[in-house]
């Protein structure tokens, strides 16, 4: 949407300006990283909750928030400054954003009334969403209010939800049916005893993991890599009897799933701006090692400050 959105702008641009480059960069990159800040931002952070809701643990939809929203502000801030230091681009260099000032066409009392309601039926769905806990209410209820509300409305018909994203809705489905299914059938526990005789701490542990789903999400689907990590990584901590809040290795992969940027197919924002042809697989490289790098280390120190001043 938001490349669409711009491609007046890339169009005034000089198609293979750093400046462009730099932009077809940003949005996916933003799209990613961005997603970290709420538990629908991406699929991953579902699946971390819904493994963590299985155990019994809840987490409010602004308990995620305050892990995830500071550290996707500071993932932005970094993934910018490496865009102007590869890019060279200065405070000077101008964009022309006319196409902002053109007349819109002629919007109609239905039209306006329908972006009314809308704009109602969001905020009241966000209110809930972020204070679901307070009320003894379901994160799940919740998200009840926009598929009622919209479709008794008439906002969203029959043609739009045939044009919703099912192929994610069930991946992620299907990813928590997964989980479920390796916990029920202990299949991880075995791979757990098998690896039992290792003497390893929780720290490296953590570590471990979060460099492997970053690795993983590089190569294969995020929500893929999440949903065969989390079970795996809940039964290794069986192993720590109950000395270690298990809140925190599913949040560390549920985060460091979105920070798989090295290639173009790593996610589907870097895919849909690398088939604009604007740019080349070798430009997703240094912003995918930095924040490949950076991402798992920030999460960890963020994740383990804020479960253990919340939890």
């Known amino acids: 949407m938001m490349i669409a959105t711009f491609a007046p702008l890339f169009a005034s641009l000089d198609k293979k300006s750093n400046l462009s480059r730099a932009l077809l960069l940003g949005i996916p990159a933003a799209a990613s990283i961005g997603g970290i800040g709420t538990i629908i931002g991406s699929a991953p952070n579902a699946i971390a909750v819904g493994?963590?809701?299985n155990m019994g643990y809840h987490i409010s939809f602004l308990e995620w928030m305050?892990?995830?929203?500071?550290?996707?502000?500071?993932l932005l801030f970094i993934f910018?400054?490496?865009l102007l230091v590869r890019y060279r681009i200065n405070k000077q260099a101008s964009l022309d954003f006319s196409f902002l000032q053109q007349q819109p066409k002629t919007?109609?009392?239905e039209q306006k009334t329908q972006k009314s309601i809308v704009l109602v039926i969001l905020a009241v769905t966000l209110f809930f969403w972020l204070t679901a806990k307070w009320f003894s209410i379901p994160v799940a209820a919740a998200s009840g209010i926009p598929i009622v509300g919209l479709t008794m409305l008439g906002i969203i018909d029959a043609e739009d939800v045939r044009k919703l994203p099912w192929d994610t809705l069930m991946l992620v489905a299907g990813g928590l049916a997964l989980g479920l299914a390796i916990e029920e059938q202990q299949i991880a526990s075995h791979f757990v005893?098998?690896?039992?005789?290792?003497n390893i701490s929780f720290m490296a542990?953590?570590?471990m993991f979060s460099f492997i789903t970053v690795l993983?999400?590089?190569?294969?689907?995020?929500?893929?890599?999440?949903t065969i990590l989390i079970p795996v990584a809940l039964s290794l901590l069986k192993m720590f009897g109950g000395e270690i809040n298990p809140i925190i290795l599913p949040l560390a992969i549920g985060i460091c799933a979105s920070c798989a940027l090295f290639l173009p197919v790593s996610t589907p924002p870097n895919a849909i701006a690398f088939s604009t042809g604007l740019i080349k697989q070798s430009e997703f490289r240094l912003g995918g090692i930095v924040i490949g790098l950076l991402g798992p280390i920030l999460t960890i120190f963020w994740v383990l400050f804020v479960v253990y001043l919340l939890y």
């Open 205 to 207: 542990l953590l570590i």
């Open 193 to 198: 005893q098998q690896l039992s005789h290792i």
């Open 51 to 53: 493994a963590l809701e």
């Open 216 to 226: 993983l999400s590089n190569f294969m689907s995020n929500t893929a890599a999440t």
């Open 80 to 82: 910018w400054r490496v």
């Open 66 to 74: 305050l892990v995830g929203t500071p550290l996707a502000f500071i």
């Open 107 to 109: 919007v109609t009392v």
